[in-house]
């Protein structure tokens, strides 16, 4: 079974840092890449970071000098790094899953359940 788990929120104040994590495992095959999402009260779910299939990576505007993705040696953790948080940050942030990097900003095929990041001001 495919398992996906975001962990590591929490409430910080504007400025700080955090990191989250995404582990994860049993996918089908080993192609599969990550991606991070976010999802504010009362609006749409976004993307915000992945890492692009030539081994690059993507970043939303909103977050771009802020936020870094990274992945461990042993391939089964992805984390975000996340410093000067602003209170626009706030949100359940969530990983997910896809062959490609256009599927997984797109199309996921596996989402983690979300971790809350709340950012006081």
């Known amino acids: 079974d495919v398992q996906l788990q975001a962990f590591g929120g929490g409430l910080v104040q504007a400025g700080g840092s955090l990191r989250l994590s995404c582990t994860f495992s049993?996918?089908?095959?080993?192609?599969?890449?990550l991606g991070w999402f976010r999802q504010a009260p009362g609006k749409e779910r976004e993307g915000v970071s992945c890492f692009r299939d030539d081994g690059s990576t993507y970043y939303a505007d909103s977050v771009k000098g802020r936020f870094t993705i990274s992945s461990d040696n042993a391939g089964n953790t992805v984390y975000l790094q996340m410093n000067n948080l602003k209170p626009e940050d706030t949100a359940v942030y969530f990983c997910a899953a896809a062959q490609t990097a256009e599927q997984v900003m797109t199309r996921p095929e596996f989402w983690g359940q979300g971790t809350l990041v709340t950012v006081s001001s």
């Open positions: 049993g996918f089908p095959s080993a192609d599969y890449t």
